[in-house]
């Protein structure tokens, strides 16, 4: 998959620059971490499963209602497509999603004895689970040391320099070689809020960015413009 990049950095960040970046990320943001609603493992890939190309603030809409349901693989199976298909209409590729939580809750069932397993390539083999997906399982529900990269990361990567990139795989492949092993998963969280509240799609809010004097972004927003 690739996001738009407009305009970028015109160099990538220095070592040094990245880690004090990310510090100051995360020291606005001490307590970042998924605003997807989740209770357990198996709720989490869910709720990730089904946040593809949808906000999670729609995702959230709707998971309370079906994991109270399914809340494990079994339950999900027994509920069927049509029992997931009426909770989860409102959201985007519903269809596609309805069935993917029934393969892979019965995935999970005949191949990993109703657990999540613990690896990417595993995780993988799910139905509706691409690597995203499995980035994200992987370091929230398991810790590990991955980056997960989705538009808002892709765009504040490549707008202030911390890892430049044409598709999202280059860009994952930046960061997970520039940022260091014990600043992936608070960063992850960090960037991720960044880029949704801060620097936005359409208009980055640079005259509040903690990070703007070291962010290599040439066009900054550094005078707030009412819209
Ligand atoms: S200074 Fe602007 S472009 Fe750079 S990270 Fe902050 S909001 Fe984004």
């Given at each position: 998959?690739?996001?738009?990049?407009?305009?970028?950095?015109?160099r990538?960040?220095?070592?040094?620059?990245?880690?004090?970046?990310?510090?100051?990320l995360?020291?606005?943001?001490?307590?970042?971490?998924t605003?997807?609603?989740?209770t357990d493992?198996?709720?989490l890939?869910v709720?990730?499963?089904?946040s593809?190309?949808?906000?999670d603030?729609?995702v959230?809409k709707?998971?309370?209602?079906?994991?109270a349901?399914?809340?494990?693989?079994?339950a999900m199976?027994?509920?069927?497509?049509?029992?997931?298909?009426?909770c989860?209409r409102t959201?985007g590729?519903?269809?596609?999603k309805?069935r993917?939580?029934?393969?892979?809750?019965q995935?999970?069932?005949?191949?990993?004895?109703?657990?999540?397993p613990?690896?990417r390539?595993?995780?993988?083999t799910?139905a509706?689970?691409?690597r995203?997906t499995a980035n994200?399982?992987?370091?929230v529900?398991?810790?590990k040391?991955?980056?997960?990269?989705?538009t808002h990361?892709?765009r504040?990567?490549?707008?202030?320099?911390?890892?430049r990139?044409?598709?999202?795989?280059?860009?994952e492949?930046a960061?997970e070689?520039?940022?260091p092993?014990?600043?992936k998963?608070?960063?992850?969280?960090?960037m991720?809020?960044?880029?949704?509240?801060?620097?936005?799609?359409r208009?980055?809010?640079c005259?509040?960015c903690?990070?703007?004097?070291?962010?290599?972004?040439p066009c900054?927003?550094v005078?707030?413009k009412s819209d």
């Amino acid at each position: 998959m690739s996001y738009k990049v407009s305009y970028e950095a015109p160099r990538d960040m220095k070592e040094g620059e990245i880690v004090t970046f990310l510090q100051m990320l995360a020291k606005a943001s001490p307590h970042a971490q998924t605003e997807l609603y989740y209770t357990d493992t198996f709720s989490l890939l869910v709720a990730v499963v089904l946040s593809a190309q949808t906000t999670d603030m729609s995702v959230n809409k709707v998971t309370p209602a079906l994991l109270a349901l399914a809340p494990t693989p079994e339950a999900m199976v027994a509920l069927g497509e049509e029992g997931i298909a009426a909770c989860i209409r409102t959201i985007g590729l519903w269809r596609a999603k309805t069935r993917y939580l029934v393969r892979l809750s019965q995935q999970l069932l005949t191949n990993y004895g109703g657990e999540i397993p613990q690896t990417r390539e595993a995780l993988e083999t799910l139905a509706g689970v691409g690597r995203k997906t499995a980035n994200v399982v992987l370091s929230v529900a398991f810790g590990k040391p991955t980056v997960p990269v989705d538009t808002h990361v892709f765009r504040l990567a490549n707008r202030s320099g911390l890892g430049r990139g044409r598709s999202v795989r280059a860009v994952e492949k930046a960061l997970e070689k520039r940022i260091p092993e014990s600043m992936k998963c608070i960063s992850h969280h960090a960037m991720i809020l960044h880029g949704r509240y801060v620097c936005k799609a359409r208009k980055p809010e640079c005259w509040r960015c903690v990070v703007q004097n070291i962010c290599l972004f040439p066009c900054k927003e550094v005078n707030k413009k009412s819209d």
